[in-house]
């Protein structure tokens, strides 16, 4: 599976941020990361293919909105009420058709996309 991200920028605190992830083939869910320099790449979101499901960390919860077009094999996060501390760089990734549930660790995926920097000015 590969992965394209795009829709990174720098924006202001309180701003919004689409990011779009293209994939070449559908695994049951995929998900987005982020990393700040000097830590560790962190959970962001995930959704099902399927089902829609989706499973946010508590930081995002009612800022961020992680979406699907099953036609187009696209994962959108959607970043409202961005805040300087969301300043990462973002992933999307991907788990081996093989794997199921919807993950939340950097050891359930299997396929990451390049990275999209995202700013956010205070």
């Known amino acids: 599976v590969q992965l394209q991200a795009s829709g990174g920028g720098l924006v202001q605190a309180g701003g919004s941020l689409r990011l779009s992830c293209a994939a070449s083939g559908r695994s049951y869910f995929m998900g987005w990361f982020r990393q700040a320099p000097g830590k560790e790449r962190e959970f962001v979101a995930a959704?099902?293919?399927?089902?829609?499901?989706?499973y946010y960390v508590d930081s995002v919860k009612g800022r961020f909105t992680i979406s699907r077009d099953n036609a187009k094999i696209t994962v959108n996060l959607q970043m409202n009420s961005l805040k300087p501390e969301d300043t990462a760089v973002y992933y999307c990734a991907a788990p081996r058709p093989q794997r199921y549930g919807l993950g939340s660790t950097v050891a359930d995926y299997d396929y990451w996309g390049q990275g999209t920097q995202v700013t956010v000015s205070s």
């Open positions: 959704i099902s293919w399927s089902s829609g499901t989706t």
